[in-house]
Structure formats: C-alpha cells, structure tokens
C-alpha cells in the first residue's frame, strides 16, 4: 500500500534516487532546481517509491507550458497542464503506484481548472512499453508527424481510466 502526497523538502534524496535508477543521472540537478509541485508515493516502509511532476497553465509566469518543440494545445482552451516526470521505482512498478500518482495529479489538475494534459513520453529504452502504460489511461499522440513523440488526454478520461 502506497500514500500519494505532495513531496516534503526531506524527500528531495530519495526522489533523486529514483531519477539515477531510472538511468536520468544527469537529470537529476535540473530537478532539484525546479520549483514545481511534486507528489510522491511513499510506502509503509517510509520509502519513496514513486513521484510526478509537472504544471498547469500559468505557471510559469509567461502562462506558457511547453517548451518551444510542443507548441500549445491550440484546440483546447486553458488551461492545460503538462506531466514533466514520472517515475515508478524498479520494484514497485506493475503495482499501481503509477495509476494512482496519474490519477491524483489528474484530479489537481482538473480542480485547478485544466481540462487535458500532455506528456513526452521517454524516449529511452523501453519506449514501447511506457508508450503502452500511457495509452492504456487514454494517452493519444497529439503530433501525427511524430506520434510516439507528445502524448495528451482529456483529464476527465484520465480521471476514469485511473480510479
């Protein structure tokens, strides 16, 4: 059983490394820079075995949320939010913990006001299988040039597909 709540300053350590065992070592420092909202899944063991990052549509302050490769939801309205990371420890996947950080970043996305999110979906290894995990929760490509590229779904779909 898994706890899903916002990341506390203590968990910086932990959520760090799950990024080196996911193989984004040279990731990590960009993390521990950014300001944006966390949740982690914490054990009852106390540890983290999971987190996703990401922000909603006027945050930053320019109100943009994708950088310049992604371009905006042009057919949707804001706001929207975009999934920056999410990371299922190696021994915790295939247990639900990444439905439940989907579903409850999903549901303070759409409290905010959002109505679809974005991803990019690792391009690493096993691309194919997390490509598979995101359209199992109603994950389309949004760029028919390149559709393993940027993923979107209406957050109301997510919300359901992840109860």
Not at 64 to 76: M, S
Request: hydrophobic share 40%.
């Amino acid at each position: 059983m898994v706890t899903v709540r916002w990341r506390l300053d203590d968990d910086l350590r932990k959520v760090e490394a799950l990024i080196v065992e996911a193989g984004w070592a040279t990731m990590a420092g960009s993390f521990r820079r950014s300001k944006r909202p966390c949740l982690v899944a914490e054990g009852t063991d106390g540890d983290i075995v999971g987190f996703i990052q990401g922000l909603v549509d006027g945050y930053p302050p320019d109100g943009r949320i994708f950088n310049e490769c992604f371009g905006p939801f042009e057919h949707v309205d804001p706001p929207h939010c975009k999934i920056d990371w999410i990371c299922v420890s190696k021994r915790a996947r295939r247990t639900g913990v990444g439905r439940r950080l989907l579903h409850h970043f999903a549901v303070e996305a759409s409290e905010r006001g959002c109505s679809h999110v974005a991803l990019k979906a690792d391009e690493s290894s096993d691309a194919g299988g997390r490509l598979a995990f995101f359209e199992k929760f109603g994950f389309y490509p949004l760029d028919p040039q390149q559709p393993e590229h940027l993923q979107g779904v209406d957050l109301a779909t997510l919300i359901k597909l992840t109860a």
